[in-house]
T-cell receptor
Framework: QKEVEQDPGPLSVPEGAIVSLNCTYS??????FMWYRQYSRKGPELLMY????GNKEDGRFTAQVDKSSKYISLFIRDSQPSDSATYLC?????????????FGKGTLLTVNP | GAVVSQHPSWVICKSGTSVKIECRSL??????MFWYRQFPKQSLMLMAT?????????EQGVEKDKFLINHASLTLSTLTVTSAHPEDSSFYIC???????????FGDGTRLSIL
């Protein structure tokens, strides 16, 4: 079992739809959770950064963390064609000076106008 | 804030050439920088972690003599691919982190093509 599982998709939705992206993980030491958006031929862009269970909202984006179920989600409301990209979940353990990110494989999202 | 600049964005060179890629944190001091490699439709694969003024820590299977990393200042790290061959062709991405906590911020990557 991989440490982080993420459905690669592809996921195709109409403009205005609510998008739900998910990752599960097996390492209970993961304490920090991130969502990155990566456009084609670009580096990942940080969207959300959370470290506690519950919801965190930023504009049209909501990150949800359920540590008891080892499950994280990213919701995109009123999706736009410009949201079309690959979304990567990432997580890391607490402590240590070099603690590394563990990434999911990424979900390719297409929002159709 | 938290801008990471990577240069060049694209390089094509002949087999046997050494290529240097720069990664700069523009508006913060990066205690730690990371170098990743990404193949098409794959996630990021960590190659090495570097702390300013220290030797880089390489991931298992990454040749440190092949991929030279220098992190001479809090705003600059370089990756040199020595004697590059076609199998080294890939998308290389750096990231930088301020302090010991906080998220990583990524550069826009360098597309390396070895002929």
């Amino acid at each position: 079992q991989k440490e982080v599982e993420q459905d690669p998709g592809p996921l195709s939705v109409p403009e205005g739809a609510i998008v739900s992206l998910n990752c599960t993980y097996s390492n209970s030491a993961f304490q920090y959770f991130m969502w990155y958006r990566q456009y084609s031929r670009k580096g990942p862009e940080l969207l959300m950064y959370t470290y506690s269970s519950g919801n965190k909202e930023d504009g049209r984006f909501t990150a949800q963390v359920d540590k008891s179920s080892k499950y994280i989600s990213l919701f995109i409301r009123d999706s736009q064609p410009s949201d079309s990209a690959t979304y990567l979940c990432a997580m890391k353990e607490r402590g240590g000076s070099n603690y590394k990110l563990t990434f999911g494989k990424g979900t390719l999202l297409t929002v159709n106008p | 804030g938290a801008v990471v600049s990577q240069h060049p964005s694209w390089v094509i060179c002949k087999s046997g050439t050494s290529v240097k890629i720069e990664c700069r944190s523009l508006d913060f001091q990066a205690t730690t920088m990371f170098w990743y490699r990404q193949f098409p439709k794959q996630s990021l694969m960590l190659m090495a972690t570097s702390n300013e003024g220290s030797k880089a820590t390489y991931e298992q299977g990454v040749e440190k003599d092949k991929f030279l990393i220098n992190h001479a200042s809090l705003t600059l790290s370089t990756l040199t691919v020595t004697s590059a061959h076609p199998e080294d062709s890939s998308f290389y991405i750096c990231s930088a982190r301020q302090g010991t906590g906080g998220p990583q911020h990524f550069g826009d990557g360098t597309r390396l093509s070895i002929l």
